[in-house]
């Protein structure tokens, strides 16, 4: 794999921004066996969560190494503390990482612009991100992960109704910030545009294409009951719908749990061989 460093003026945050790329090659050193393929590669978007930024997935797994056993290309963008939102008080991050961020790669590299050559996937803030996106554009995605997270449109609500602890001030910043939730015990962003339920909903109301969706979460991360009012909703829909499929086991919210199961999302997702 080459590992490619692309620095480009964003015309959505007016900003100088950064974005990594591993990109397959034919040949490859000792150790690894690529999957070779011709003309464009299939490419996975992959978001990073909370403190992170487009090094971590790099740093700190060894996702180069399987999405080259796949002939995979993996853009990873930064999305600051947005929460891949069009912040109410910052940038664009939402329009930024769902759409420039690939169209600018696209332009530079051999990236194809199928949809069903077109994965998403991220871990705790950046697994949102991935379900935002993906149901906000799910023509555009062949299929969506959500590592130790779920739907962040329900942690005011889950405030409301005693679920859980009031959020550390960081989060309370970000409501903020993000969404202009400044009291989480009164406001809400349920039922809007950054609400995955209603988004996954209004999907099969409009009869568009719906992805398959992938979450995992460990038992010992404090994002689990989110990842459970996950699975209770996507459950719920009546057909299965979007194909959704979860997993739990004994982890916390680590580098560990992300490295093991993001080599599973790559064996899940339906890559043409």
């Known amino acids: 794999m080459s590992l490619v460093s692309i620095n480009f003026y964003s015309e959505m945050l007016k900003m100088e921004t950064h974005v990594t ?10 150790g690894v066996i ?30 180069e190494r399987y999405a080259g056993k796949k002939g995979l290309a ?13 912040m109410i008080h910052g940038e664009r991050f ?11 790669c696209r332009k530079i590299l051999p990236l194809s612009d199928k949809r069903e050559d077109t994965f998403i996937c991220g871990l705790s803030m950046g697994g ?3 379900l935002k996106i993906g149901m906000t554009y799910p023509e555009r995605f062949a299929a969506v992960g959500a590592l130790s997270n779920g739907n962040h449109a329900y942690m005011p609500e889950t405030v409301k109704t005693g679920e859980r602890k009031k959020p550390a001030q960081m989060m309370l910043d970000r409501m903020h910030l993000c969404w202009a939730v400044d009291d989480p015990m009164k406001d809400s962003i349920l039922d809007t545009k950054y609400d995955v339920f209603w988004l996954a909903k209004k999907n099969i109301e409009e ?13 010992e991360d404090h994002n689990y ?6 699975y209770n ?38 890559l043409k061989v």
Not at 34 to 46: A, D, N, S
Request: some cysteine; overall charge negative.
């Open 21 to 30: 790329v591993v990109m397959p090659e034919a040949k490859q050193g000792i």
């Open 34 to 63: 690529p999957k070779i393929r011709e003309g464009k590669h299939p490419v996975l978007l992959l978001l990073h969560g909370t403190s992170g930024n487009s090094t971590d997935w790099e740093r700190w797994t060894s996702v």
């Open 74 to 86: 993996v853009v990873m963008p930064s999305g600051q503390l947005s929460a891949y939102a069009n």
């Open 94 to 104: 939402f329009d930024y990482v769902a759409t420039e961020v690939l169209d600018v």
């Open 128 to 130: 949102y991100g991935s």
């Open 207 to 219: 009869g568009k294409p719906l992805p398959p969706v992938y979450s995992a979460c460990g038992t």
């Open 225 to 230: 009951p989110m990842a459970m009012q996950m």
């Open 233 to 270: 909703f996507f459950t719920s829909l009546p057909g299965n719908p979007y194909h959704y499929e979860f997993h739990n086991e004994a982890g916390g919210h680590t580098w560990e749990f992300w490295d093991q199961w993001i080599q599973r999302y790559l064996d899940w997702i339906p």
